[in-house]
């Protein structure tokens, strides 16, 4: 009997990354679920492996392919980015995210797609198995822990799949989403296959998760031992992001609020900010981020990992042409005074950011106008190819941003310019001003300031389409940067009216209709799970795509 595509590979993963001796009796037979549980109750350490195991999958090296952009979440940080309007890499062949790029990687038969589906639900079944064994009325304190990670990592899997394979959730509650499994239905899938739930379903769920860790993380005692777990204040910063999207706006802005009472993390300052950094979890803004060790694999590997694909001042594939820059005209929106100006090298390819011998590093090496620096090499060792970084996941700064708009789009715009005006002023241009006064104008600038203070670090393209921006690279300076560029100065509207011309484009086989098919903007269920799910068919699928045109450049 074949196995459903996503079931057969999470076991695969699950069987590397779990903890064995949850899964062998010392006799070597195999445990059941209620013997693991019974297990885990007498001894919660027994579970430890487990839960840092599922940590470990957010950067592993080539689970799924063997492919020198197959390396976990951070690899899908890269992917997101890519697609988006802000974060600009060359088409070239050193480039392993041209398919983001060009809006190819969306399709039922595409790598970013198959990879973004494989990737996540990989994590979700490790998650599951740790769920399973921890009862949730448990008054261990340690098992309350360790089943608040894997109920935050699930929902964190679950809210980038269905914000990946779906639009937005407002609006689209009872739209087709992505399959639900959880330890309770697992076997069944893998056997059976299981449908796609609705938008709203997987909310649900998501929520439910987040509910659930927030209780549990609150009675529990455990300290986390480094970032890579997820304490009270990530779990609130977690629902605060998905309230944001839900426009939950007084929800939001009190989970917000409440990871920063929570957390122990504090803005990064004015000076810190001008200076590379945002390398190691320790770093006193980061509340949660990816550990790296320099024996990973990523790292002995030398080029298949975040830092290669993203660094300017390190060794890797950017450094050898695959450049990661801004959007000249989001780097025109940047002030003078802001300390994030000098995040991106200007049009002379110099920032004030930079050392004496870190500007010598960049003219020696040609690094280009708009090239990011905002990313120091591991030890601050220029040109070092032991990238060892670690990865932000959440950093406080977030949170200030999701107040300020959620204050102001829930009824309070006055107090959500000042929530962002007192943030940015403090910590990043003393001369700034918001100069927006309604609402959606609060928000406008809240997304601004969201696009400067957290570029390259996944987010971006998430915003595109909470925000219903679509993609727009035509009105904009993208295509400046390179000649190869202009082939993909796209405009995709997210709009009505660009729903039903990509409708009705795709059912009339049209190609020539540009500009409007917002259909681009999500990824199909990859093939492999067509052909394995029998509960999921290609006309269960997201719609199919005309031929994407470049808008002239004039």
Not at 182 to 197: F, K, P, Q, S
Request: proline content about 3%.
């Amino acid at each position: 009997m074949k196995m459903n595509k996503i079931f057969y590979l999470a076991v695969a993963s699950m069987l590397t990354v779990s903890c064995a001796d949850l899964d062998t009796a010392p006799q070597g037979s195999t445990v059941t679920a209620d013997q693991k549980a019974e297990v885990a109750a007498n001894d919660p350490s027994k579970v430890s492996a487990s839960v840092t195991g599922i940590t470990t999958m957010f950067s592993v090296y080539q689970k799924s392919f063997s492919a020198h952009h197959d390396f976990g979440h951070a690899s899908m940080m890269l992917f997101l980015d890519s697609r988006g309007i802000d974060f600009v890499g060359l088409d070239i062949g050193y480039n392993w995210y041209n398919s983001g790029l060009s809006l190819t990687d969306r399709s039922l038969n595409a790598y970013g797609s198959y990879y973004a589906w494989v990737n996540y639900y990989n994590q979700i079944y490790a998650a599951n198995a740790v769920v399973g064994q921890i009862s949730a009325e448990t008054d261990n304190s340690t098992l309350q822990f360790y089943l608040a990670q894997a109920l935050c990592i699930r929902a964190f899997d679950y809210f980038n799949l269905i914000q990946q394979f779906q639009f937005t959730y407002k609006g689209n509650e009872d739209a087709p989403g992505v399959p639900i499994i959880l330890e309770t239905n697992a076997t069944e899938a893998g056997v059976n296959g299981i449908a796609r739930n609705t938008v709203g379903e997987v909310y649900t769920q998501i929520m439910s998760d987040l509910d659930l860790a927030i209780k549990l993380l609150t009675a529990s005692k455990d300290a986390r031992s480094d970032k890579r777990y997820v304490d009270l204040a990530v779990a609130y910063g977690l629902r605060a992001r998905v309230n944001l999207v839900m426009q939950n706006w007084s929800a939001a802005a009190a989970d917000a609020q409440a990871a920063i009472d929570k957390s122990d993390a504090t803005p990064l300052s004015f000076e810190g900010a001008k200076k590379p950094g945002f390398i190691k979890m320790t770093e006193n803004n980061w509340m949660w981020g990816i550990f790296i060790s320099e024996t990973d694999r990523v790292v002995t590997s030398a080029i298949v990992n975040w830092p290669s694909h993203m660094g300017s001042l390190n060794y890797g594939y950017a450094s050898v042409g695959a450049w990661r820059m801004i959007n000249p005209s989001l780097y025109d929106e940047i002030s003078p005074s802001d300390a994030r100006k000098g995040w991106f090298l200007d049009a002379s390819a110099k920032s004030n950011n930079l050392s004496t011998q870190q500007q010598a590093y960049v003219t020696s090496n040609k690094i280009p106008a708009y090239a990011q620096v905002k990313f120091a090499p591991y030890k601050e060792e220029l040109g070092t190819s032991t990238n060892a970084n670690d990865i932000p996941l959440m950093r406080i700064e977030e949170m200030y941003l999701i107040l300020a708009e959620a204050q102001a789009m829930g009824g309070n715009p006055s107090q959500g310019k000042a929530t962002l005006e007192a943030f940015v002023k403090t910590y990043r241009d003393p001369n700034y001003t918001c100069d927006g006064s309604s609402d959606t104008e609060v928000q406008d600038a809240v997304w601004i300031q969201r696009r400067i203070e957290l570029w390259g670090e996944g987010l971006s393209y998430f915003d595109l389409l909470r925000l219903r921006k679509g993609i727009d690279r035509a009105s904009t300076k993208f295509a400046s940067i390179d000649e190869t560029l202009k082939n993909h100065n796209y405009r995709i509207l997210d709009t009505v009216e660009g729903e039903r011309a990509a409708i009705e484009a795709v059912k009339s086989g049209n190609g020539s209709v540009t500009g409007t098919d917002i259909n681009y903007l999500i990824y199909q269920i990859p093939n492999e799970e067509i052909q394995a799910n029998k509960l999921i068919n290609e006309g269960d699928n997201n719609l199919g795509t005309p031929t994407l045109v470049p808008v002239p450049v004039n």
